[in-house]
């Protein structure tokens, strides 16, 4: 009897703790471990620095003292050399295809830093049976989740730039990396971001992969791939981040005709975030971070504007005709 006794006690033990854990990830706040998985910028070495019409361009290994490693790539103008504190900088998330290569495609910025960063593994989607697609929607959360740590870090790397203004660095992401840089922003806690941007982002992760599903030919029931995907994605849901933006502005760019990312998922979330914020409706349909068009008005309205914005404003709705 004791022993059934003991088992019991130890059974009850374990649902409890089991149900706790279940309860923090499902309501809990990431942030904390976002933050302590970055750990500190102990290390950056430079390679492959090329220097063309006054920029030069560079790739950096970001070393922390948890053991993680980030490769980006950074574009600075050599003509600002010697002026402390004098350029506005932004830090770009992309796909996990183009990564730190976004760098590549944009027009010379010759006023400011601009960076770029890879994912902290290569991801391969293979969604053509149930193994597969298990083993690539786990990886894609994975180095989702380490990825918000690495941005965390570029940003320790940025400030500790002697020629970069720390009051004017702007946080980009595009696609996936707008939901990257929605958690990042809130894990922010030094205040590293003077500006969010958020390209192509939307309210309920498994809500979007339900209406993709059959885009990306996934297996099974589009309703449960999105279930899972919720629950899967849960820790980088950006609905739980956007309020935390504030009191630092925030711009959201979404099209209105997007058929991968609808605009009633990007109002969702616009409606969810604090002031100061803008949202911009852009012309066409989905595009990549490679897309030569949309990289340039990245780089026009994003590189060119937002570091150089006045005081922190409510700056509402807005119609944009750049896009496709």
Excluded at 7 to 26: E, K, N, S, T
Excluded at 92 to 114: F, H, I
Aim: proline share 6%; aromatic share 6%.
């Amino acid at each position: 009897m004791k022993f059934l006794k003991w088992m019991l006690i130890i059974v009850a033990v374990f649902v409890l703790l089991a149900a706790g854990g279940l309860a923090f990830y499902d309501a809990g706040d990431w942030t904390p471990l976002f933050r302590a998985y970055k750990g500190k910028l102990i290390s950056a070495p430079v390679t492959n620095m090329v220097s063309e019409n006054e920029i030069a361009m560079y790739d950096v290994e970001l070393g922390s003292d948890t053991g993680r490693n980030v490769m980006c790539r950074a574009s600075v103008p050599e003509s600002s050399s010697g002026k402390r504190g004098s350029w506005p900088a932004v830090i770009l998330v992309a796909g996990m295809e183009t990564g730190r290569k976004v760098v590549d495609t944009l027009p010379p910025q010759k006023n400011m830093m601009v960076m770029a960063l890879d994912y902290p593994q290569s991801v391969k989607l293979d969604f053509s049976n149930n193994v597969t697609t298990a083993r690539s929607v786990w990886a894609a959360r994975e180095a989702a989740m380490h990825m918000v740590s690495s941005v965390l870090l570029a940003g320790d790397f940025v400030a500790a730039q002697p020629m970069v203004n720390k009051e004017r660095v702007v946080l980009a992401g595009i696609g996936e990396g707008a939901f990257i840089c929605a958690a990042a922003a809130a894990a922010d806690d030094q205040n590293q971001f003077s500006h969010v941007v958020l390209i192509q982002a939307g309210a309920n992760i498994g809500r979007l992969i339900e209406m993709n599903a059959r885009r990306l030919k996934l297996p099974g029931s589009a309703a449960t791939a999105g279930r899972i995907g919720e629950w899967l994605f849960k820790p980088i849901e950006p609905v739980r981040y956007i309020e935390r933006i504030a009191p630092r502005p925030l711009t959201m760019l979404n099209g209105k005709a997007d058929d991968w990312m609808p605009a009633e998922a990007a109002q969702k979330l616009f409606d969810r975030a604090r002031e100061p914020k803008k949202l911009i409706w852009l012309k066409g349909q989905h595009a990549t971070p490679d897309d030569k068009k949309l990289v340039a008005d990245l780089a026009n309205r994003i590189l060119v504007e937002l570091p150089q914005a006045g005081p922190t404003t409510a700056i509402g709705i807005a119609t944009d005709m750049m896009g496709r």
